[in-house]
């Protein structure tokens, strides 16, 4: 079997991108036009990895597609793409009160009938309100908005960040996105233009950031997050890490965390929060603080970096704290939503010079504007319906499930990796992921290494032709050298799959140590 | 007034990044943190130009909020967005079969009320049927799709290219992206890398390919389309720019064509699309072919440059004219969907190498999806109702309305260009825009000169300032020097505003004149 599936890994579509590959077609030139010699292409895009989307991921699909046509070619039936973040996907319903709104936004005709009982039964009056209101503010879905982003919708989060974290936000410093990665890629290609400039970026880490700067040619200065201590930011490595990267003359402009963290699922503590912010001031490092899973968390408390720099602002007026640029993103994607298809999120933005403001805003005018639904979906995550609302209720329940469901999920799953042979796993204070360690036997590295892939992709790759269960190596998730780990998400229901998960890795483990 | 409005112009947000300020900050650490060192920043997004959303714009923004504190704060009601092609601001309805399909796919639980009367009375069953075919086809619209696009939607998009050329596409080949803005990036990304690369690009042109290619920090090499040839390419003259940009050592990488042509309208013949071609096969070019408004068309007959390519491989089958690599872009923000606020779109490319396909598809992949109610409308796009279904003769009838719409206030406003003083303008074929040609008076050239904007700048301004009328000036779309024009979209309905145009050209030249 090996033999068989190294075979169709290599044929997948994106490893013939791999190192080995890349090398071989330096030496061609295919056609003779441009696209054709690869020394011509970008060597950054060449470079970028973005493993949540990578080669197995594209395996998976074909696997997929085989079993469409013949039934039986696997020892499953379905793939279960456990390595994105993707509710939808795993039949989580969407949320009543959203679709509502939105299916009223697209076809305003239907308004027409909302004297008419049937339309009264169908929709609340809460949501009529709502899409009316949203109507004015934006004309037609299918009109361009402001370039920032509807205003009313930017006025809406602004007054949402104020009551989370009791301290005023201006609808100027709200710049709404089609989702986290825009946000992020607005401020690094603002930053990064070189190989002398560089990111503090976590490891492990949501490859995002990575790719990114790969893409920009900028340096990716990695901090650890400990593993032994709940996957907390190692400060000392750190600060280290910072210091020797500037020794060696690079110019390091900002530093990127992901709280509650992905794919550790942990929350930052406001210590830690506030000794990260310190160090920033002192080296003028600009700070982008993810905050996509603030909505997703079991344990602990989730605490905004934009909370934490106000009151040090507050409590140390004299302190040069308005001086540290902080950015926080946020996303439809995630929390109880899960409306990634969909494309909404926004940044906001605080202590920013203002012609670093019409810089954001130039290259958010270039990409025009954020989808417009996805937009109206960002006002009704900071506006939700409130008590006393006909929707209210409804909602409430649903989002509540939804977050139950989650929590179990995670549970049945942390409890499974127990049972699993040289796993050891932190559990997670929230996000939707389990961020196992696993100790792979040496026969399994060696065959890895001879085949020039990763060990832990090697080892995703024994569980996918196993179960069907698709999984992000930590390889792919800028982890430290010869630590293993898998990313593996808790999205999908019940556990059935659970239980082949353990068994094919029970499995897989022991043929290799045989 | 003159001193008024230049202090407000910059005042206005983006304007203080014209050159003499950007210099001026140069000289100044605002704040000690990466953001506030200008020179820090990357220079390429202070560089970059995106006209049809520029100073202007924002200054009519700001005028906008002016008139709604005190609506006689100035000559006239309303801004007129003239400088955007965003149908449905101007009032342009939507499409209904569009709107009801999305939204059943908005919220499917309609659907469980498909055998009521009231709903077989609002929704037809044929966008029954489009909206179950949809929804299996990816589920939730909240969920991510394939980095590519929705299969079956790619699948209709190739069927829908194969009817209108007559010649086989694959679904592989075809991209959904969030709009023509989003395929441009992907492949310019891959070609162009730094300032030793270049790209022929029309001279005056739809700017984001100048923004873009100030992003990518390459060479812009401009081409110009001959405006006493209906705005037809200067072939002799775009032969002559490559040389030219050749020798001093540039590798020129890319030709990009925008046909039917933005800001001129015009349709490129087949005979000048082969001659293209032809070049782009003898230098190794690759070729993008921007043809968002292949549905806008009134005189003239849109050719698509995939038509044209295929032609020539039948016709002359040893002549490698699998070698030239093609890529076209459509969107459904043009035609008569105008559905610019759902962003959605594709690019169909041809005889691109599969390693180069790979690169597309891991950019593609960083984005994770294009919106997915987007790649929706593409589907409708592609497969508008068939004679015989229910929703086909509304359909029709309205996409014929606004067609007519729109060649309708096109002719109001080229004939009302015969009644401006130095106006000559040249018929459009079709896209949205007239694009006519201002003999300045020296003393407004002069005047902007001292003022440091650009003279069409300052009569754009100065018909902003009597009329609302919001335009984008020639200086912003590369035209060449000393040859002052404007665009202008012909969306807005009526003749009061057209009337109220040439009063105040008329004035504004004869006030300068005297």
Known sequence: MTGHYKKRIYQSKPFVLCKALIKKMHSHNYLPNAFTNVSNLNQQVLQANYAIRGPLTVLAEEIQKALLEKPDAYPFQDIIYANIGNPHQFGQLPITFLRQVLSICQYPALLDHAHEPWFKNIFPSDVVERAKLLLKGTGSVGAYSDSQGIPIVRKHVAEYIQERDNYPCHPDNIYLTSGATQGAKLIMTLLITGSSEGAMLPSPQYPLYGALMDLLHGKSVLYYLSEKDEWNVDVEQFKQAYEDESKKGTNVRLCVFINPGNPTGTCMSEECIEEMLRFAKRKGLVVISDEVYQNNVFKKKFTSFRKVLCDLETREPDSDWDKVSLICINSVSKGQFGECGQRGGYIDIMNVPSFVKDLILKLATIDICAPVTGQLLVDLLVRPPKAGEPSYKLYSQEIENIHKDMEKQCQILYEATKRMKYVTCQEPHGAMYLHPNIRLPQKLVR????????????????????????????????????????????????????????EAHNAIINDYEN
Chains 1, 2 share one sequence.
């Not at 024994?462 to 992000?472: H, K, M, N, Q």
């Not at 390889?475 to 999908?492: M, P, W």
């Open 447 to 502: 065959e890895a290494n001879e085949s020039n892939i990763e060990p832990d992709e090697l080892y995703c790759l024994r569980i996918l032709e196993r179960t069907g269960i698709c999984l992000v190596p930590g390889s792919g998730l800028c982890q430290k050298e010869n630590d293993y780990h898998v990313r593996i998400t808790f999205l999908a229901k019940g556990s059935e799959y659970v239980e082949r998960l353990v």
